[in-house]
């Protein structure tokens, strides 16, 4: 009777494991920004602690124009001090170009911090971006905003 108890209980802990569902981790995101620029937000998990992230928006710093820019961006986990979810702080490196009676370019070095819900597949994110311009003429500039994506 015993080995039949302890065989059923090593059963049952086998199927429970094997059927335990993993956490998903949901790589593409999209969403909206606003700030400066103001528009759609893009993000792409290439692991969990390195993404690519993108916008195509609408600037309206100075003249308004067209905004896109594209960062390789680095996450640093702060979890351990929030109960529920997945907080991060980043920053990387990208690009950015404005259309505005010809083109403008220049370096963004976005810094931020996001959060992940942890029952539904979104993420609030607020971030600070320095933007070295380079085109056409050399000068500092800022951008900023908070956003939500939603994750398929």
């Known amino acids: ?36 620029p103001t528009g759609i937000s893009l993000k792409y998990w290439q692991s969990p602690g ?20 594209a960062d390789y961006l680095f996450h640093r986990d702060v979890t351990r001090d929030v109960r529920q979810g997945r907080l991060a702080s980043y920053f990387g490196m990208g690009l950015r170009t404005k259309f505005r009676e010809g083109m403008l370019l220049g370096i963004r070095i976005p810094l931020g911090i996001n959060y992940q819900f ?7 994110f607020i ?11 050399t000068e ?6 908070f956003g939500l994506r939603y994750y398929f």
């Open 1 to 36: 009777m015993t080995r039949r108890v302890l065989r059923g209980m090593i059963l049952f802990f086998m199927l429970a494991t094997a059927m335990a569902k993993e956490p998903t981790f949901h790589r593409f995101g999209a969403g909206i920004i606003i700030g400066e």
């Open 50 to 69: 390195q993404a690519l992230a993108a916008a195509a928006a609408w600037s309206f710093q100075g003249k308004a124009a067209v905004h896109f820019h």
């Open 140 to 145: 500092l500039n800022i951008n900023g905003g």
């Open 118 to 124: 942890p029952t539904a597949p979104l993420e609030f």
């Open 127 to 137: 971030e600070f971006v320095p933007i070295m311009e380079l085109i056409p003429a």
